[in-house]
């Protein structure tokens, strides 16, 4: 992974008389391309050099002229900085009106803790598969479901994140300290680090950089860790808002926390982990609701290289973070889109559940719970269902769900059998015709 470095911008004195020459010639400053495109160099390199131009170097400048005018100078010791366009200014209006009043959101509300714990169990298999953990979702699902002990680092790597957000959620209305952050990263390498003392722990020596997987060539290299105390303070108060001359959008704050931790890389291991968790405690703590339920990593994992590209290049273009903001609002839209969709598949399997039950539920020999059970089992015979299994993603008490799992088998639509000490219920490979049977 590569990004080219822009070119030099010529003195500011002869910038402005670039500029001054094209606004006489008709053109307005302009932040983005004619397609309405945030560029970097790297992009706008490969670009047809526009009329009115001698060089698509002197477009660049051009453009990064126009851009100083309009950045947004952060609380951090780099500077970063940003710039509202239209574009973003229109994407969180978008996320803003989701999620007030929507009647995709207002859906989830009526299986409110069933989607949470669905949400938690994707963002923390996803989370931990961008940093190379190697089990399929739905091994890793049948382990977060049953509260299996996990059996290998992949495992571990995924339970420990699943510990994690469970942890933010329940702390998301404190304030963020270094103290926090900590203890969150704790949670994200207990047991996965090379040397124990490292976890809850900021690295005590420079030894550290982001490296290209493919060509070994050192991508970033963190501030020395001297600093990193002082800079985890700036961090926390910017997060919580403490340090903000003017209004910085609490999505857009906490896009910048994600940015900001993973480029100090305070940590031995585990700082992608931790940075993506950040995202979601900030986010929280400002009552974006909607985003209990979203599993950002799973559209981060799906363009990976996009992310890592999109660190590169508010790096090499003065730290720059609109680049990082555009991509996280792209993956944040995708994740709420993704949700909305889900809610809708899951609702109409329910409702398909509930016709073809209708006589079950007439006679109220069924509950909708265990409707779902049916309608599943219906389309995976042999499926397997455990009372611990059934409880997880209901969020229902244990005596509940066995009592559920126990009525279908006395009704004939499940088989009750044992597995050491365990008891399974088994989807028969007949079920379908015996419920219309019975109908």
């Known amino acids: 992974m590569k990004i080219v470095a822009p070119p030099r911008l010529p003195a500011t004195e002869e910038l402005l008389k670039l500029v001054v020459e094209k606004v006489q010639s008709g053109m307005m400053p302009a932040t983005v391309d004619e397609k309405r495109r945030y560029l970097h160099w790297d992009k706008i390199r490969h670009l047809k050099t526009p009329d009115k131009f001698d060089s698509i170097e002197q477009y660049w400048h051009f453009l990064k002229f126009s851009r100083r005018g309009q950045q947004k100078l952060l609380p951090f010791t780099e500077e970063f900085s940003y710039i509202l366009t239209d574009d973003i200014q229109k994407n969180i209006h978008e996320i803003d009106t989701q999620m007030r009043g929507s009647i995709e959101a207002e859906n989830i509300g009526k299986d409110k803790k069933k989607y949470i714990i669905r949400s938690l169990m994707d963002e923390a298999i996803s989370s931990s598969q961008l940093e190379g953990a190697a089990t399929t979702r739905k091994v890793a699902r049948d382990m977060l479901r049953h509260n299996k002990e996990p059996e290998d680092y992949s495992q571990r790597m995924i339970y420990n994140n699943y510990q994690a957000i469970n942890f933010i959620d329940k702390y998301k209305h404190d304030d963020l300290t270094p103290e926090l952050i900590l203890e969150l990263h704790k949670i994200v390498t207990d047991n996965i680090i090379d040397n124990p003392d490292d976890e809850g722990r900021f690295r005590r020596d420079d030894d ?62 585990g700082n992608g982990r931790t940075a993506r968790a950040l995202f979601y405690w900030v986010a929280l703590k400002n009552n974006y609701w909607l985003f209990q339920y979203i599993t950002l990593s799973t559209y981060i994992k799906k363009a990976q290289s996009q992310y890592g590209e999109s660190f590169l290049m508010v790096e090499s273009d003065g730290f720059d973070l609109t680049y990082f903001i555009n991509n ?46 049916i309608q599943h089992a219906i389309k995976h015979p042999g499926a397997v269902y455990t009372i611990a299994g059934h409880k997880t993603p209901q969020n229902i008490a244990y005596a509940t769900a066995k009592l559920d799992l126990e009525r279908l088998a006395k009704l004939g639509l499940l088989q009750q059998s044992k597995r050491g000490r365990v008891f399974i219920f088994i989807a028969s490979n007949d079920l379908e015709q015996r419920i219309k049977e019975y109908q």
Do not use: W
């Open 208 to 269: 550290i950089n982001v490296v290209d997987n493919l060509t070994g060539n050192v991508l970033h290299s963190p501030p020395e860790h001297q600093s990193l105390p002082d800079r985890m303070k700036v961090l926390c108060d910017f997060a919580n808002g403490n340090m903000l001359n003017s209004f910085v959008h609490p999505i857009i704050r906490a896009i910048i926390v994600h940015f900001a931790l993973a480029y100090d890389h305070p940590f031995v291991d």
């Open 328 to 373: 996280q609002l792209k993956f944040i839209h995708q994740a709420i889109h993704g949700l909305f969709d889900y809610v809708d598949k899951k609702q109409n399997e329910q409702s398909n559940a509930l016709d073809l039950l209708s006589a079950y539920l007439a006679d109220g020999k069924l509950n909708s719970r265990q409707a779902v059970i």
